[in-house]
């Protein structure tokens, strides 16, 4: 399936987090394990502190 724009994934090892900014197909990987997609609720924290593309 792959990542889709403005999604958000976590790594369960590491704790990084990764916000999609253009979509494309395979897996997001990190720490040698795929990424968990956060739920909309989880993403939303998340999202609000997370700078926006271009901002300093």
């Known amino acids: ?5 403005d999604e958000i994934y976590k790594c369960e090892a590491c704790g990084n987090i990764v916000m999609v900014l253009e ?5 997001l990987v990190c720490c040698g394990e795929n990424m968990k997609l956060l739920t909309s ?3 939303k924290a ?5 700078p926006k593309p271009g901002s300093p």
């Open 46 to 50: 998340f999202a609000q502190r997370m």
């Open 41 to 43: 609720d989880e993403a």
């Open 1 to 5: 399936m792959g990542a889709v724009k």
């Open 23 to 27: 979509g494309g197909d395979g897996d």
